[in-house]
């Protein structure tokens, strides 16, 4: 028999495509495949051979979609079908996973009712496809396809029939089993990136591209940066190595790949930058959330540079080693929970290029402030440079301008944050200007040789908006970022790990 599949456009059918590919051509069978741009083929096979082979592979890489655990009462080693994945479980046959979906139990059984049926033409029409079939193997469910839903907005795969839309129910009886087969074998992909967070939800993350060859180059680039045997998260902290990342949500995860891929991986011609992120939440009913993130060109090439011109990481070398520590000098230094949620939305907005929001971020807050080290704060300074500094093209006699503001702000901020507070509310130039001139009032009580701060910044710096006030909004994000960095570096939060 032969197969022959085009391109979906779909993201789960993409990747699962590509993941069929993959897993035949791993299996080192000597058999007629190709994948190409648009098109995967597989020629002139015999269909016993296929179909024990197939049962071979499903059995063989059945353990991506469990962990091994030990039981909490007995102490024996079970399986545990991993939180994610959206196939039914039946009750447990010796600590082994009942999955209900026979492909995964009767492999043998189910390939050949399959692989029988594909061979046969009728008159329905595949939703997913659009070829002509006899008869489903089995109707579309979340097993196969996560985005069936009663949501109407996240289904994304309604076709119409004599101008209307297909009913409910054929629409998912309308489901071919070829689609069926590549379907429910993209459990088996191991690079589908996770991140659970137990008793909540996961993240799934899976790349797209127009065409399967992109798509496969990229993901067989990163595929030793997972390793699939953890329940919680894939992401390895090193290469080569088991434990993995516990990232604080998903653009820090997303991040936290991007600084693996772009740091251990060589001979990287293919980066990807579309990504799918299904959100599967825990519990029996999961209906999943989709959304779609796309990173431009810039901020993948800011993450580049930023690597290449450091040789540092973003997210563990930076902001990872960002926390929130609390004003209390008896009890604990580090507020987790803040600090996690900070370092998520540093990541978030760093991915999607809004500096705005990321030097707020860093702002002292009531009970507290953000701090680092100075090895962090060095990493955190060559971060403005490639992501705001050289694009506005500053002249580094302007920096210190900005900076050396930033320093006094963080002085007459010491005892008082309505400044910084009041900077990063400005709307309007007007308000911008009162903030300084307030700026420049409160230096005057300031004892400058203790405060080491130097006065000729600010008419410098209003030198520096006067020549482009188009700058001014770039400026006061920057003099926040600094304002907040100088406060950090007075207090004791700045000086962890130092
Ligand atoms: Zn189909």
Known sequence: MEMEISVYNDIWMDNAVENFYRLIE???????????????????VDKEDLGSLLSDIIQENRNNLIVMDKDKKTGEIKEIKKDFVLIQE??????????????YTESEKSVKEILDL??????????????????????????????????????????????TFYAFKEYHDSFCPT?????????????????????????????????????AEFKGGYEPLLNKSERYSNIRVNIGENKTEGTPGKFSTLLCF???????????????????IIEVPFGSVKNVKLRLLNLTDSTLGLMKEFIEDTESRIYTELI?????????????????????????????????????????????????????SSGTRKNLENLIYVWRLKEMGIPKESLNSIKGVGNIIAKVSRNNLSILYKLDKTKRIEDFWSVLR?????????????????????DELIQLIKEDESQWKEIRDLLIV???????IGSRGGKKNE
Request: proline letters at 4%; hydrophobic letters at 35%.
């Open 26 to 44: 791993d299996s080192e069978e000597e058999l007629e495949i190709n994948l190409n741009k648009t098109e995967f083929t597989l020629g002139n």
């Open 90 to 103: 039946g009750k447990k046959i010796d600590g082994i996973v009942a999955f209900k979906e026979n492909i």
């Open 118 to 163: 594909m061979e046969k033409d009728g008159k329905k029409t595949c939703v997913l496809c659009g070829k002509t079939f006899s008869k489903p193997f089995k109707k579309m469910q979340q097993a196969t396809y996560p985005f069936v839903t009663k949501i109407k907005s996240l289904s994304g795969i309604r076709t119409y029939k004599d101008g």
């Open 179 to 215: 689609c069926y087969l590549i379907g429910i074998l993209e459990w088996l992909d191991d690079r589908v990136i996770y991140r659970t967070f137990p008793g909540d939800r996961t993240f799934l993350f899976l790349p797209y591209f127009d065409n399967f060859e992109d798509l």
């Open 258 to 276: 991007y600084d693996k891929f772009l740091f251990d991986i060589e001979n990287t011609n293919i980066i990807g930058g579309d990504w799918a």
């Open 320 to 372: 990872k080693e960002i926390y929130f520590f609390i004003d209390n000098p008896k009890g604990a230094p580090v507020d987790w929970d803040l600090t996690r949620k900070i370092q998520e939305k540093l990541s978030e907005y760093f991915l999607i290029n809004d500096f705005t929001h990321f030097a707020r971020m860093l702002l002292p807050k009531k009970g507290g402030r953000v701090g680092y």
């Open 438 to 458: 307030e700026v420049s009032r409160k230096l005057v009580g300031l004892d400058l040789e203790k405060a080491k701060v130097r006065p000729t910044a600010l």
């Open 482 to 488: 600094y304002a907040s960095m100088y406060y950090a």
